[in-house]
């Protein structure tokens, strides 16, 4: 819309931006055109718009082919969007985008993120829809300038901060123009900025724990002006030897360390070290016919090498409102590293029964003890990796103490949204899950 239509509009849908709530609207044609390009969007794409204002970029989105779910906080806006926009391609939902279940992005095959953020909740909105992990490929925002150059900071500079490091830990960010604060209406005070995220290979950096890496780097920066050594002896007590090691002055600040040195540097505190793969060595199986009767036992790298008929479970963990927990493995398994799983999984040794290894598996994975029901029995087949699996199902709300070695990640989903999760991105999930489910699914 040109600045007329847009000043025409307002006074007949009778909305008077509130700045409080950062309604200023995008009157710049070309600019929207060139947002929208620089999302490279495709009929394949999903795009979550947030804050659609009157549909300055919606128009362009759409234009793409790609599905839009715009999310308007202001009823008379999203009312207003229904009436220009009629493509079946687009939904509008009237809601506050800091309440949006980011879980259900899970069902869809590629998500996009695009929107121009309100200021006053801009850091928030960031960190919600950058939350780990995300089914998002990539976000597009206009920012306050401000906020835009903390979060696309280099080391050594006045902008780079805790912020910057908690984005840039699982995000690669880059600053793409500055926004003039004359092509909005009304003016804002101050100018705004592009920034496109990207998430970063899972082998990109070296392993590292994010809630040691996080706590690092918020006391670090908790006052720029003292050097480290000040604020973080008690986590590193040899800070010489540590300086050295990592290559950083043992007198610098927090803004003189790179991203790849404070990961060094949280490797070195307590707790900080990654969880080393649990040697399995000595792991023996059962091996068993096709009837599930023992033949013999035989070592775990054995009996996977030949691809041997064997045992394991798998445990459902549901909560009380009917949501299903799922782990991530972690990325140090020998099978199907990173893809999603049952709440808690694994063989059953050699001499031990299907009952055992459940409550064995559910204590050693989660932490916990639970009741525990049979649901069904899966034959050994390829697409179980050779292995019968009894299903066992329980109900529990948590916490879990999550095995480090075994698993990445924990969360709980709605079953329709693992449903179409699965049928969206089947690559996402460890094989022997994927049967289960369908289980699962056809007694629902």
Not at 104 to 110: D, E, I, K, N
């Amino acid at each position: 819309m040109k600045l007329s239509e847009i000043d025409a509009t307002l006074r007949e849908i009778r909305v008077s931006p509130v700045k409080t709530l950062g309604q200023n609207f995008l009157h710049d044609r070309n600019l929207a055109r060139w947002i929208v390009a620089k999302a490279e969007l495709t009929p394949e794409d999903y795009i979550i718009e947030i804050g659609p204002g009157l549909g300055a970029l919606t128009e362009f989105a759409l234009d793409s082919g790609a599905r839009v779910l715009a999310i308007e906080k202001d009823r008379r806006l999203a009312e207003f969007l229904r009436k220009r926009f009629t493509s079946e391609r687009l939904e509008i939902l009237h809601a506050d985008a800091l309440y949006y279940d980011l879980r259900r992005l899970f069902a869809q095959p590629r998500v996009k993120v695009i929107g121009n953020l309100p200021y006053y909740i801009s850091s928030q909105l960031l960190l919600k829809f950058t939350k780990y992990p995300s089914p998002i490929s990539l976000w597009l925002f206009m920012l306050q300038k401000e906020m835009a150059r903390r979060i696309s900071a280099l080391p050594g500079t006045s902008d780079y901060g805790a912020l910057t490091l908690i984005i840039q830990l699982r995000y690669r960010v880059e600053y793409l123009r500055t926004v003039p604060s004359s092509v909005f209406l009304p003016r804002p005070d101050v100018d705004s900025a592009f920034v496109r995220i990207i998430p970063r290979e899972p082998d990109e950096l070296p392993e590292n724990d994010p809630e040691t890496f996080f706590r690092l780097v918020r006391r670090g920066f908790s006052q720029r002006r003292k050097q480290l050594r000040n604020l973080l002896r008690e986590e590193i007590p040899d800070w010489a030897g540590t300086a050295v090691a990592v290559g950083f002055d043992a007198r610098a600040r927090a803004e003189e360390l790179t991203l790849q040195q404070w990961i060094a540097l949280s490797r070195r505190a307590p707790s900080g070290a990654p969880a080393a793969e649990v040697s399995t060595a000595a792991e023996r199986f059962s091996v068993v016919d096709d009837q599930d009767q023992v033949l013999g036992d035989a070592p775990r790298d054995e009996v996977h090498g030949n691809n041997s008929r064997h045992r394991a479970v798998h445990i459902l963990i549901f909560n009380a409102t009917g949501e299903l927990f799922l782990q991530k493995r972690s990325r140090w398994k020998d099978r199907h590293p990173l893809l999603w799983d049952s709440s808690a999984a694994g063989h059953v040794n050699a001499g031990e029964d299907y009952d055992s290894a459940a409550n064995r598996e559910l204590e050693e994975e989660l932490g916990i003890r639970a009741e525990l029901s049979r649901v069904a029995k899966l034959p050994a087949s390829e697409k179980t990796g050779q292995e019968f699996i009894w299903l066992y199902r329980a109900q529990h709300e948590g916490p879990f103490q999550l095995a480090a070695s075994e698993i990445e990640l924990g969360e709980f989903f709605p079953p329709d949204v693992v449903s179409e999760w699965i049928k969206a991105r089947p690559a996402d999930f460890a094989p022997g899950f994927v049967e289960c489910w369908k289980v699962v699914e056809a007694a629902i």
